[in-house]
């Protein structure tokens, strides 16, 4: 996949802003209205922590500089955060305001402004140490796990490198997130910010087992920031057909502009991935979009303001559905057989029917490929995912270090910073 267009005009118009940049004055009015509590619920659901009170606070009294700080001390991928969080299960979602029946603090769109404003006026992270430290970690993948973990080694005074396979960085924030959720060219600002750290990525540079081994002897730490592997596939007679394009690939497609939406669109999955495809599927003007889960709403693994979102973008739901196979003429994608199942999962025998469609899009989960710490003994996995000391983010291994979907089988971005900076810390103390 080749790399995003970052500034893609046609692409910018058909994916708006879901949440639309507050103006000055917009700010001012709402942060206003925050209570500034002294023990702060909206915090402690962050998992970075970031101070809310006091970065709003700045954002009240004009000081726009601090409260970036405020942000970025906690959270150095604070403006992509600001964007792609699910803030109404996080900070919003603890706001006390729900107790006196108003609306919560619009913090994420606050975070927004304060990000937006440090981006454009410029300025440094300080560094919390001026000397060089002996430490030098090498970070695999580019991600938000990785570039936490690289950012806060540096400001620290160690040495970080980034290895990278893809020609850009940033990870699902460049390739994988809705445009209507976050930029591309957002998450590379971001990604420029941390190289001014003096961390340094090396892109196109793809480790094996055989490099992970290797990066092991010459480096004092290594963090493993992979993310997880390519989504699985559906297992049914069709899915080689032209017009089969898993979701990952489909968006990261649709932000090179390598890949258009077909006109009728099945989109097989209910996670926020599959919901991110589908609305981008209608916004690429496909007439139709469905999407088929074989249970109902109530077990959807999207969030439930995601799914309301695809309902007014007009996505159609098909529960209890499964998919038999994929109808195919001259190699390309002419409808998908369905047949209906009981709660249970049971088929229902009889009740197969045909959906025409010229483009399927499966968004079942991603594989779990571990196969590149081969030779790295004692670490240890479990159901494909990486185990490691929860506050430390450190192995079995103590050389090696992991954080991001590598350990917790696919969260949220911010969840991922925190696993990073956590390991950068929990290297520092162990060595």
Known sequence: ???????????????????????????????????????????????????????????????????????????ILGASCARVCPVQVLCEGACVMHRYNHSPIAIGRLQRFAMENAHVSGGDLPRLATAEKPLRVACIGAGPASLACAAELARRGHTAVIFEARPLPGGLNTYGVAEYKLRARVSLEEVDFIRSLGVEIRCGDAIDAVGMARLAEDYDAVFIGLGLGHMEPLGIPGEDATGVIDALSFIAGYKTAETAAGKNVVVIGAGNTAIDAANAARRLGADEVIMLYRRTDEHMSAFSFEYEHAKRERVEFRWMARPLRILVENGKVAGIECIRVTPSLEIVPGSEYTIPCDMVIPAIGQSRSLEILSRIPDIRSKRGVIEVDRATGRTGNPKFYAGGDIINGGREVVDAVADGKRAALGMITNA
């Open 1 to 75: 996949m080749g790399a995003p267009a970052v500034m893609n005009p046609e692409i910018e118009r058909r994916f708006p802003d879901l949440h639309p940049a507050l103006s000055s004055q917009e700010a001012l009015v709402e942060a206003d209205r925050c209570l500034f509590c002294f023990d702060a619920p909206c915090a402690g659901a962050c998992p970075t922590h970031i101070d809310v009170p006091k970065f709003i606070k700045k954002i009240s009294s004009g000081n726009l500089r601090g409260s970036a700080l405020a942000i970025l001390d906690a959270n």
